[in-house]
């Protein structure tokens, strides 16, 4: 069964730094999201992307955060200069255009900024 | 803004006794909802939805849920718990009149329940 998969699985990284995020979504998805989930807390909504675009965005999703589709498999999260309260679970999610409605989930990447 | 509200942190249950997790909702039209569930270290999985039509509907390993337009409530539930079920369960919403013609389809989620089933 066709399922997302995210790189890497966990990311430690320095306050101030740059991190990328990888993902890579079921093939014939053309919708593609992020979301993440602090320890404790709800899954919150990030950004969608389709066509090539951001078609929607939260307010956490700041000018510090950037999404991309760099190639025809990979869908990619940066955050430009990492915060403390950047540290979350990251899933990425996937959704078929026409047929269903329901997001197919990725195993996520663990960010920690020290 | 739509929104989700899942009353209990945690539900314990006997193995082989009928579960129930609760979800209930608030958005401005008619809602899409959704069950999701995560074991430890994992990503979400879908458990089942609802669109339209029947008001129960069932999904994957045995669950279903009901969907109750008058008590805007969604509850999980199954006939008859196992230990394997014990995991953290997320019921969604989606708002398809925030539905914006770009394609977004935001998901809403609960804060979560803790499911324990006990041998």
């Known amino acids: 069964e066709p399922e997302v998969t995210q790189t890497p699985s966990h990311q430690v990284t320095q306050m101030g730094q740059e991190v990328i995020l990888r993902c890579v979504p079921i093939?014939?998805?053309?919708?593609f999201y992020w979301y993440r989930q602090i320890l404790g807390q709800k899954v919150e909504f990030l950004v969608s992307?389709?066509?090539?675009?951001?078609?929607?965005k939260s307010e956490i999703f700041d000018d510090q955060f950037s999404v991309e589709r760099p190639d025809g498999s990979n869908f990619t999260l940066k955050i430009r200069s990492t915060k403390l309260e950047d540290s979350a679970m990251y899933f990425c999610?996937?959704?078929?255009?026409?047929?269903?409605?329901?997001?197919?989930f990725g195993p996520g990447t663990r960010l920690t900024v020290l | 803004a739509q929104s989700v509200a899942q009353p209990e942190d945690q539900v314990n249950v006997a193995e082989g006794n009928p579960l129930t997790v609760k979800c209930t909702y608030s958005v401005s039209g008619n809602p899409y909802l959704f069950w999701y569930v995560q074991y430890p270290n994992r990503g979400l999985q879908f458990l089942l939805k609802?669109?339209?039509?029947?008001?129960l509907v069932k999904g994957s390993y045995g669950f279903e849920a009901e969907f109750n337009k008058s008590q805007t409530s969604f509850h999980l539930k199954k006939p008859s718990a196992l230990v394997s079920d014990s995991a953290l369960y997320f019921c969604?919403?989606?708002?398809?009149?925030?539905?914006?013609?770009?394609?977004?389809?935001?998901?809403?989620f609960g804060k979560g329940t803790k499911l324990s089933v006990i041998p």
């Open positions: 609802y669109i339209t039509g029947d008001n």
């Open positions: 093939s014939n998805h053309l919708y």
């Open positions: 999610a996937s959704s078929e255009a026409l047929r269903g409605y329901e997001q197919f």
């Open positions: 969604a919403v989606r708002d398809p009149a925030a539905y914006s013609g770009a394609g977004s389809y935001q998901l809403t």
């Open positions: 992307f389709y066509n090539n675009e951001i078609s929607e």
